[in-house]
C-alpha cells in the first residue's frame, strides 16, 4: 500500500485529468458538429475505456 500522501496526490492529478480530457473531447466533437448529447456522451466513453486498458496493462485485470 502507499503512502497516504502519494494517494492524494495521485487522486488528484488523475481528477486533473479527467476534467481536461472530458473538456478537450467535449469541445472537439462540439466543433465537429456533433449534437450536445453526444458532446456529453462520447467524453465519457472515451475515458472509461481507459480504466480497463489500465487494468490490463498492470495485470490488475481478473
Not at 476534467?19 to 450536445?36: A, E, F, N, P
Amino acid at each position: 500500500m502507499c503512502p497516504p500522501a502519494t494517494a492524494v496526490s495521485v487522486t488528484l492529478l488523475a481528477a486533473v485529468a479527467a476534467v481536461v480530457s472530458y473538456q478537450h473531447v467535449h469541445m472537439s466533437v462540439l466543433k465537429d458538429g456533433g449534437t450536445r448529447r453526444a458532446g456529453v456522451l462520447i467524453p465519457l466513453s472515451v475515458d472509461e475505456m481507459v480504466v480497463p486498458a489500465s487494468m490490463s496493462v498492470s495485470g490488475e485485470a481478473g
